[in-house]
C-alpha cells in the first residue's frame, strides 16, 4: 500500500515538473499522525480522569537538594535527616516496612523514622506562640475571643493553605497523592518541630511568627470570631471592666410599620456613647450596637493599628506546657 | 482585551501567602533546563549552563535546578512554581544572555504572568470604609430636633415660578418704565 501511494506521490510530482511552476500540493503531515492521535485520545477517554502524577516520580527529582533547598528557601538551616523525617508520614512508614519485611530485609534494618513526635512537639510549639503573639498584640479582646482567632489561625484550612505554599505537597511522603489537607497541615507542625530540634526553639518562634500570624493580615476580625450573644457579653464585660451599666437607647427611626423600616440604637454608658448600629427591627440594631460597642471596647475595628509582624517576643513570655 | 485574550485566566496582582511581610520567600521552587549536546538550536542554552549555571545556582540555594540533556529536541525552560503551576519556555535558537534574562524573570514572578489578564491593576480586600448606607448616615443636624409632620420639611425643595408670577412680574416692569404718570392714571382709575 505504502509502495503504491509512494508511486503515485512521485508520478504526481512528475507531472508538476513537466507543467508550469504552481503551488505543490503535497501532504506534509504525514498520514500515519492523524490515526495514532485519535487513537490515543480514544484510550485515554476509555482510561477516565487520571490522578495526577507524584512529582517525586519523576525522573527530574532529587529528594536531597529538594529537601536542602527547601531549607534555604525559607531562609533557615534544616538538619536534613530530621526534615525528611518531618516530611514522611507514619502511614507510609508504615507501609515501607511491610513491603521491606517482605522483601527479607533484617529486622535491625527496618526501622524507618516518621514524623508523629515532631507534629506533637510542632503543633505545642505553634499553639503557644500563636496564643503569646495575639495576647501581646490584642490586650483587650477577653480570652474567648482569643481563643477564636488563635483556632482559625490553627485550623487544618488555614496551615493546609499556608503549608502548601511552602511547597511541602510534593515533598510529603504519604500514602496519597496528592496528600490531604490533615497530612500537609501536619507536615507543617512537623517542619516547626524539627526546625525547634535543629536550630533553637526562637528560630521556630519567628517561624510561625512569619508564616502562621501573617494570615491575619487584613482579615476582618469580626469575621473571625462574632460572638453569639453580644448583649450579654457586652453587659458581662462593661460589669468587668467597671465600664457603667450597658444601656441600649434609640438614637432614630425611619419608615416605622412599613417594609423598609429602619432603626438606630446607640448603647451608652456611663452616659458615654459606646458604639451605634442599626437594624430592620430594634432587637436587630441592639444586637448591631452591641457588636459595635464590643469591638471598639476590644480595639478591634477595621481602623485599629495594623498588627506588627516584626516583634520579637521574649521566649519568657510564651508559655510553653 | 483583544479577542485572542477572551479565554485567559484573569485575576488581580496578588502576593501569595503575605510574602514579605514576613520573610520574603522566592516563589520559583525548580527549574528544569533541557537541551540537546550537539544540535544548534540549543548552543545559547550550552553556553548558559557552562558560563553562569553554578553562579546562578550558588545565588539561589532555594530553587532546585535541573540539567535534562535529550537529542535533537529544542531547548526549553521549565519553571514550577510554589502555587503549583508550571511554566514551560521555549529557548529555540536563544543566546545566553536572553536566556538569563528569561530566568531572571521566572525567578522573580510567583506564576506564568504573561497568561493572567490583570483585570485591574490594584485589589483591597475592603472595598468599602464606610460600610452599608443607612438613613440615619450623614443626617442635617437640622433634622435632630424637627417634629413631624412639619410644613416647612414638607415643601418641595424647589418650586418654579408660576405663570400668575411671571406675568405680575411683566407688569410691574411696565410700570417702572411708564413712569410715576402712568401709575397714577392707573389709581385714578381704579379709586373710580
Redesign the interface.
Known sequence: MSFLRSAVGLLARAKLLEGSPTVQTRRHIKRWVSPTLRELAHRQKKLGPQKPERRAGF????QR??L??FG????ESFELSELQRAFTEKSFAEREEDRRRQLGIEESDLHMPHNSDLVEKGQHIARAYVEAFLQHQLPKVPNEGLQAIASFLLSTETLA??S????T?DLIQSTEYPPSAESLAKSLHAVIGALASSSGIERAFIFV???I???L??K?LLDVWTPQEPIQLLEKICQERKLGEAEPRL??D??KNTVLA?Y?VGIYANRQLLGKG?GEDVKTATETAALDALQSIFDTR??RRPFD?AIQLEPKTVRLG | MSNSHLFLKSGFPRAPLQNGLGRYVCQLQRITLKFCKNNGSSRGMRDFIENHLLDFAKENPGIVVYVKPRRHRTPVLVGEYLNGEREWMSCRNSTQEEISKWIDLLKTQNGSSSSLRLRKMWHTEVPSIQGPWTPFLLRSPDAQGQAYPSAEASKPLETPQTATEKLIELFRQQQLEAGEEAHDVLNKKRAE
Open positions: 525522573v527530574e527529582w532529587n537538594s529538594e536542602f533547598a534555604k528557601r525559607l531562609g493553605h499556608v502548601s505554599h511552602l511547597g505537597k511568627r512569619d508564616f500570624c501573617t494570615q493580615n487584613q476582618d438614637l432614630g425611619c419608615g429602619a438606630q442599626f477595621d481602623n509582624f
